[in-house]
């Protein structure tokens, strides 16, 4: 790639069949929610929380009087999700969002630190029906783009086969060598697992810095490939806005969809308890405290409506990535019309 900007006109030439094939992506996903009565929404990015997870990070900013005094600290937002259930607990059923969002400390090939998110929900569906949703998606936009396979980095997926999906205990099982059931409450045990693997994890690490650190180094790059594969049932530690599953309350109602080694949707069986969400993110926002010396505000809103949402399965889907691999593009700026210029490299 040349050192010109992006905005150069030949650059801009090389990266144009590509945003093309944005545009006809987009175009035929917006067809498919239209065509399964979803109702598209447009969730305002400015939120008191931008979510609690610990290792999120967003942009802050401020609201200010009209007289330029300070009124109120505001986040763009990390995931429409917050404003979405919202939406559900007003009554909406099935609603989709193309949202823009925003994510702090995240750059390079396949991250952006504003990037388009697929956000959508079904109430009163299992999650089954909204793996089947990301399935169809798939096959919808690698048609719009005529392409036969999926691709990233010499790697293919056929989303037209049908799925794997393997459980997070399978998957620790085939390509780590851990059994993870056996050290869920154990972080010790979990890091002397690791470390057996030949997986270097700092001694201090959390019990979730080990499963990051496991997942990455060995499981990740393994799923979806030649098929889409759907990794589900994360421990419940790892469930962020999910709710426990019923059969074994261990483990949480959460996937995510992988191709090419690429992590590409991710969703859940959505928590309706606000109780048991204040505590998961009080819990998470001590950890953020402890870890970068930062935390978020919760959203007391959010809170508040939670008893009054539907039983409901919501999905994220990482728009840009998808055109990546269905357009064969290798970095998410070469999909973007205007690049970040942090990520705007040769």
């Known amino acids: 790639m040349s050192d010109a900007p992006w905005w150069d006109a030949q650059r801009h030439a090389d990266r144009r069949p590509f945003l093309l094939a944005r545009n006809k992506v987009r175009s035929a996903l917006r067809r498919w929610f239209e065509d399964e009565n979803f109702m598209e929404v447009e969730c305002g990015a400015l939120q008191i929380s931008p979510g609690n997870e610990t290792h999120l990070h967003a942009f802050s900013s401020h609201f200010l009087n009209e007289d330029g005094t300070p009124n109120a600290s505001l986040y763009l937002h990390t995931s429409p999700e917050f404003s979405c259930k919202k939406l559900l607990a007003a009554g909406e ?23 388009t998110m697929i956000e959508w929900y079904r109430a009163h569906h299992t999650l089954t029906s909204v793996m089947e949703d990301c399935a169809q998606l798939t096959r919808t936009a690698l048609a719009a783009t005529g392409q036969t396979s999926l691709s990233w980095q010499a790697e293919t997926c056929q989303p037209h086969l049908t799925p794997e999906y393997l459980t997070l205990t399978d998957a620790f099982a085939r390509y780590a060598c851990i059994d993870l059931e056996a050290v869920l409450n154990d972080r010790d045990a979990f890091h002397a697992a690791a470390a057996a693997q030949g997986i270097n994890v700092h001694q201090s690490a959390s019990w979730s810095d080990i499963f990051s650190a496991v997942l990455v180094a060995r499981i990740e790059h393994n799923l979806g490939m030649g098929r889409l594969t759907f990794l589900y049932n994360y421990p419940l530690c790892e469930a962020a806005l999910a709710r426990p599953c019923p059969h074994d309350p261990r483990f949480a109602e959460r996937f995510e969809m992988y191709a ?54 919501g999905v994220a889907l990482g728009f840009d990535r998808l055109v990546m691999l269905c357009s064969g593009a290798r970095r998410i700026e070469d999909v973007l019309w205007t690049p970040f210029p942090a990520i705007s490299q040769p």
Do not use: W
């Open 260 to 313: 090419c080694g690429v992590e590409l949707a991710n969703g859940f069986g959505e928590l309706t308890d606000p109780i048991e969400q204040r505590a998961r993110f009080s819990e998470d926002m001590r950890l953020k405290s402890k870890i970068y010396n930062e935390n978020y505000p919760l959203d007391e809103d959010f809170l508040a409506a939670l008893p009054h949402m539907p039983d409901a399965s």
């Open 93 to 115: 059923t099935q609603i989709v969002d193309f949202a823009r969002v925003y994510r702090n400390r995240e750059s390079g090939i396949l991250h952006s630190p504003e990037f």
